[in-house]
């Protein structure tokens, strides 16, 4: 039988780029450089770890299937997180749980 992942919640610094759009001005590349809304948040199912990263899923399938299968991966280099938490589902800050889905 497949062991159930660990459920945790993963906060980083994420990268992005301009898409190809001219910046303007010292002004214009500041702004860019030390834009902050790239901090992301993520709560899934930790499916796969090393030195260098790790791998929550968001889906997995039932344990009593043949072969487990995972769904939107997402990879996460261990240099960009910022935070980490195994205790995602009894923080009562953390959404959807603040934002009332459960009828909190």
């Not at 199912?45 to 009593?64: F, P």
């Not at 240099?79 to 749980?97: A, G, K, W």
Request: charged share 30%; net charge negative; with cysteine.
């Amino acid at each position: 039988m497949t062991m159930i992942p660990e459920l945790v919640l993963v906060q980083w610094d994420d990268a992005h780029n301009n898409q190809g759009a001219w910046v303007y001005g010292e002004d214009g590349l500041n702004e860019f450089a030390t834009d902050e809304r790239f901090q992301v948040s993520q709560a899934g199912w930790l499916v796969y770890e090393d030195d260098k990263c790790v791998v929550i899923a968001s889906r997995i399938t039932r344990n009593d299937t043949p072969e487990r299968a995972y769904g939107q991966l997402e990879r996460i280099p261990k240099r960009m997180i910022t935070e980490r938490s195994d205790e995602v589902l009894n923080d009562p800050t953390f959404p959807p749980r603040a934002l009332g889905f459960y009828g909190d």
